[in-house]
């Protein structure tokens, strides 16, 4: 079995190069799952309920958040009909049944989560360990046989120390948030790991953000309105190989595409 994991989708420049890539990927790679992070799908911060369809539509199956998650006030409104959508497990808790979603796909029972990292990210409400402490008690009788974690974090240290402290659990590691895709990829203790998968946006830009509006923002200090850069896209995301029988990860693929 074999899942496709999209990174970050940034603006419209992301969704685009998503819609425009993402079935013929699939009919490549015979894909049986596919999921995406989509917390900067709509202008760079946030979902909107009609990107949330659009991208569903384009063949993703589940959507992971972070710490953009709340950015666009519609959320709130619309997220008990967005049950396709995993936000933070350890943002500020609300009633919603997409803390996490348990997916059985050809007999391998996966729970798919996404966890915010506890350093440089000020939306985090727990701590990333103890947060996912608390899933693995509160999910123990399900039946799951691993943990998928789309980990939203900042720093490279922190999402490999979660992949050694939590390798009885997690088997499926994934870092989002920086945008840049690393070249770390491996199966560590079984568990299949990248520090960031990178996004899908605008290849002329700051991690997605218009060039000149980031230059007068950061360098010259001049108050402006956040930006995304638009043009054509890159693509990032990897492919995972589970062992149906293991139930387990065996190998992981990074696939990167330039404009
Ligand atoms: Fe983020």
């Known amino acids: 079995m074999r899942i496709l994991f999209i990174g970050d989708i940034v603006g419209k420049s992301g969704r685009d190069i998503v819609s425009s890539l993402l079935n013929s990927l699939q009919n490549e790679y015979q894909v049986d799952l596919t999921i995406a992070n989509g917390e900067n799908s709509a202008h760079g911060k946030g979902i909107t309920i009609k990107i949330y369809k659009q991208l569903l539509n384009a063949g993703i199956d589940y959507i992971t958040m972070g710490n953009h998650t709340y950015s666009k006030y519609e959320i709130n409104k619309y997220i008990d009909q967005m049950d396709k959508l995993v936000v933070p497990y350890n943002h500020a808790k609300r009633q919603t049944d997409n803390y996490y979603k348990i997916i059985e796909i ?102 997605g953000r218009d060039v000149s509006e980031s230059i007068r923002n950061n360098v010259d200090k001049e108050p402006t309105v956040y930006q995304i850069a638009e043009g054509p896209a890159i693509f990032c995301a990897v492919l995972i190989e589970i062992d149906e029988q293991k139930k387990a990860p065996v190998a992981i693929k990074r696939i990167q595409i330039r404009p």
């Open 106 to 207: 050809n007999g391998v029972r996966i729970c798919l989560c996404n966890i915010l990292g506890n350093v440089l990210m000020n939306e985090t409400g727990e701590d990333m360990y103890e947060a996912f402490e608390n899933l693995i008690d509160k999910t123990r009788e399900l039946g799951i046989d691993f943990y998928f974690v789309d980990l939203h974090a900042e720093t490279t240290a922190e999402k490999r120390i979660f992949v050694e402290y939590f390798k009885e659990y997690a088997k499926i590691v994934l870092g989002t948030h920086t945008h840049v895709q690393t070249a770390d990829e491996d199966i560590i203790n079984g568990c299949a790991f990248i520090s960031d998968v990178g996004m899908c946006g605008a290849y002329e830009s700051i991690i």
